[in-house]
């Protein structure tokens, strides 16, 4: 069968880090159960430790299997039903085996009650989803790439927000984004500065494999101007297999805009503005401290 190892004795060898060289599992397969760096927590990632003999080491390198949970505690979850536990793994070797498994890569968490309630909503995706919900899906993606350390930062979600309620009756067209320094983005994205505020990008509904990103080209400008220019470059990439009104949509946009986004920058920038002071305060009673300590009485002339 699967294993002469008993459930209790792997989920043992799993909390131990401890790898066999055999499990008499189906491909002559064992597993390496890794650590987090956090203490008394397990990464939930499994990486794959040996395969048949003929395998080298260094060809498993940066594949992984997600059993998507977050916790030690929740470990047994997975292995509930026996059975379907060792489905999955052995699915997952098989498409290693075959040259179909694709690469990990660094992905961030969706919290576990998030569900896209569709149009009018921007779809929040990690990596993890990204091929399911932008690659494979029917629709074509308005995307857009972003780091959440930006300025402004919540000025800007709403304007991709205001782009998704213009088009929520627009069949067919879907608006997604993912924020790029927890995710790993694809490179024919061309993205080389992962610090980068913002970019986006239209992919036109088409087979996974034949989807191909076009960048946004519009210059920077005020926030509340850029709904506009999303929506417009959505309609110069759909016109000619979707119909829908744009004026309709920039009139409607650009009135929520100066609406919402006016506001919604003002007190961000003054927020911003009252940070930076507090700052600016704490490193001067930082350099007063040491000034009183004599920090600075050895330090050599200028000039």
Same mark, same amino acid.
């Given at each position: 069968?699967?294993?002469?190892?008993?459930?209790?004795?792997?989920?043992?060898?799993?909390?131990?880090?401890?790898?066999?060289?055999?499990?008499?599992?189906?491909?002559?397969?064992?597993?390496?159960?890794?650590?987090?760096?956090?203490?008394?927590?397990?990464?939930?990632?499994?990486?794959?430790?040996?395969?048949?003999?003929?395998?080298?080491?260094?060809?498993?390198? /940066?594949?992984?299997?997600?059993?998507?949970?977050?916790?030690?505690?929740?470990?047994?979850?997975?292995?509930?039903?026996?059975?379907?536990?060792?489905?999955?793994?052995?699915?997952?070797?098989?498409?290693?085996?075959? /040259?179909?498994?694709?690469?990990?890569?660094?992905?961030?968490?969706?919290?576990?009650?998030?569900?896209?309630?569709?149009?009018?909503?921007?779809?929040?995706?990690?990596?993890?989803?990204?091929?399911?919900?932008?690659?494979?899906?029917?629709?074509?993606?308005?995307?857009?790439?972003?780091?959440?350390?930006?300025?402004?930062?919540?000025?800007?979600?709403?304007?991709?927000?205001?782009?998704?309620?213009?088009?929520?009756?627009?069949?067919? %067209?879907?608006?997604?984004?993912?924020?790029?320094?927890?995710?790993?983005?694809?490179?024919?994205?061309?993205?080389?500065?992962?610090?980068?505020?913002?970019?986006?990008?239209?992919?036109?509904?088409?087979?996974?494999?034949?989807?191909?990103?076009?960048?946004?080209?519009?210059?920077?400008?005020?926030?509340?101007?850029?709904?506009?220019?999303?929506?417009?470059? %959505?309609?110069?990439?759909?016109?000619?297999?979707?119909?829908?009104?744009?004026?309709?949509?920039?009139?409607?946009?650009?009135?929520?805009?100066?609406?919402?986004?006016?506001?919604?920058?003002?007190?961000?920038?003054?927020?911003?503005?009252?940070?930076?002071?507090?700052?600016?305060?704490?490193?001067?009673?930082?350099?007063?401290?040491?000034?009183?300590? /004599?920090?600075?009485?050895?330090?050599?002339?200028? /000039?």
């Amino acid at each position: 069968m699967h294993s002469a190892l008993s459930v209790a004795e792997l989920l043992l060898m799993y909390q131990a880090s401890i790898l066999p060289s055999s499990l008499g599992l189906p491909f002559g397969i064992a597993f390496l159960f890794g650590r987090m760096a956090l203490p008394s927590s397990l990464t939930p990632w499994i990486f794959l430790g040996h395969l048949v003999a003929s395998k080298a080491c260094s060809s498993i390198e /940066g594949f992984g299997f997600d059993i998507g949970l977050r916790g030690k505690d929740e470990l047994n979850a997975f292995w509930k039903d026996e059975n379907r536990g060792y489905d999955r793994l052995e699915a997952f070797c098989a498409a290693f085996l075959d /040259g179909t498994l694709e690469q990990s890569h660094e992905s961030s968490e969706l919290p576990p009650t998030y569900f896209w309630s569709g149009p009018g909503v921007v779809h929040e995706v990690v990596w993890k989803t990204f091929r399911e919900s932008v690659y494979r899906s029917d629709d074509d993606i308005l995307l857009e790439l972003y780091s959440p350390f930006r300025p402004q930062h919540r000025t800007y979600v709403t304007v991709l927000d205001l782009v998704a309620e213009a088009l929520k009756d627009v069949r067919g %067209v879907k608006i997604v984004r993912m924020d790029t320094a927890n995710n790993y983005v694809l490179p024919e994205f061309g993205l080389k500065d992962k610090e980068k505020s913002s970019s986006f990008f239209f992919l036109r509904a088409a087979p996974e494999l034949a989807r191909q990103p076009k960048r946004f080209g519009g210059r920077g400008g005020k926030a509340e101007a850029l709904p506009e220019k999303l929506i417009r470059f %959505v309609h110069r990439e759909t016109r000619d297999h979707l119909e829908w009104d744009v004026n309709e949509k920039v009139t409607w946009a650009n009135r929520e805009s100066q609406r919402r986004i006016k506001r919604l920058r003002a007190l961000e920038k003054d927020y911003e503005k009252k940070m930076q002071e507090e700052w600016m305060q704490k490193e001067m009673e930082e350099f007063e401290r040491y000034k009183r300590l /004599g920090k600075f009485d050895n330090l050599p002339p200028m /000039g």
